[in-house]
T-cell receptor
Framework: GQNIDQPTEMTATEGAIVQINCTYQ??????LFWYQQHAGEAPTFLSY??LDGLEEKGRFSSFLSRSKGYSYLLLKELQMKDSASYLC??????????WGAGTKLIIKP | IAGITQAPTSQILAAGRRMTLRCTQD?????MYWYRQDLGLGLRLIHY???????GKGEVPDGYSVSRANTDDFPLTLASAVPSQTSVYFC?????????????FGPGTRLTVL
C-alpha cells in the first residue's frame, strides 16, 4: 500500500529553526509537495521537489532524497504566524497526490 | 470570482438526503479534484477530472458522484448521505494533473450528516 509518514505534532520557539520530516512509500514517484494549512483554512502550496537536493524559498527550504524515500521541510526564523499544519504529499505513478496526515506546528514565544 | 470558490460554506444534513456541493474556478485550469479531510487522516481523493468531459475515481469514491460539463464547474453529489460522510470537503484545481503543477484549494465545505 501507499504510505506517507510525518510527525503528528511539533513545538518550536519563535525565532528558532524547525525541521519537519516526511517519509514515503508510494507506487511510483512524480514529485513531492509541501503545503501549509492554518486551522480552519484551505491548504496552500509551499514547495515542490522532484530531484534530489535542497530547494530554498525565503525562510522555507525543502529537501528530497528519492533513494531514501525521505523529505524534510526546514523553517527558519520562526514567526508566530507559522503556527499551522504542514502537509507532505507525493504524486504517484497515476499522477494522483497521496497525502500525509500533516504535522501540527506550535510556535511558542 | 478570484480563484476557486465552494458552496455552501457549511451544511447540516439529515441522513438519507441528497446533497450537491458546488465548486467553481476561474483560472481556466484543466484538472479539478474533490478531497475529504478528516481529523488524523490525510486528505483523501474522492473523484477527479483531468479535463472537461472526463472524470475518474479516487481513493474513496463510494457514495459520491461528480460531473464536469465545462471547464469551470465540478459539483460533487452525495446521493443519499450517511453519517460517515461527515467531513470537510475541499475542491482543488491545477493547470494539469502532471508534473509540478500545484493544486489550488477552495475554502472548503464543512458537512455534518446526522
Amino acid at each position: 500500500g501507499q504510505n506517507i509518514d510525518q510527525p503528528t505534532e511539533m513545538t518550536a520557539t519563535e525565532g528558532a529553526i524547525v525541521q519537519i520530516n516526511c517519509t514515503y512509500q508510494t507506487s511510483g514517484f512524480n514529485g513531492l509537495f509541501w503545503y501549509q494549512q492554518h486551522a480552519g483554512e484551505a491548504p496552500t502550496f509551499l514547495s515542490y521537489n522532484v530531484l534530489d537536493g535542497l530547494e530554498e524559498k525565503g525562510r522555507f527550504s525543502s529537501f528530497l532524497s528519492r533513494s531514501k524515500g525521505y523529505s524534510y521541510l526546514l523553517l527558519k526564523e520562526l514567526q508566530m504566524k507559522d503556527s499551522a499544519s504542514y502537509l507532505c504529499a507525493v504524486k504517484d505513478s497515476n499522477y494522483q497526490l497521496i497525502w500525509g496526515a500533516g504535522t501540527k506546528l506550535i510556535i511558542k514565544p | 470570482i478570484a480563484g476557486i470558490t465552494q458552496a455552501p460554506t457549511s451544511q447540516i444534513l439529515a441522513a438519507g438526503r441528497r446533497m450537491t456541493l458546488r465548486c467553481t474556478q476561474d483560472m481556466r485550469h484543466n484538472a479539478m479534484y474533490w478531497y475529504r479531510q478528516d481529523l488524523g487522516l490525510g486528505l483523501r481523493l474522492i473523484h477527479y477530472s483531468n479535463t472537461a468531459g472526463t472524470t475518474g475515481k479516487g481513493e474513496v469514491p463510494d457514495g459520491y458522484s461528480v460531473s464536469r460539463a465545462n471547464t469551470d464547474d465540478f459539483p460533487l453529489t452525495l446521493a443519499s448521505a450517511v453519517p460517515s460522510q461527515t467531513s470537510v470537503y475541499f475542491c482543488a484545481s491545477s493547470d494539469s494533473s502532471q508534473g509540478a503543477d500545484e493544486q489550488f484549494f477552495g475554502p472548503g465545505t464543512r458537512l455534518t450528516v446526522l
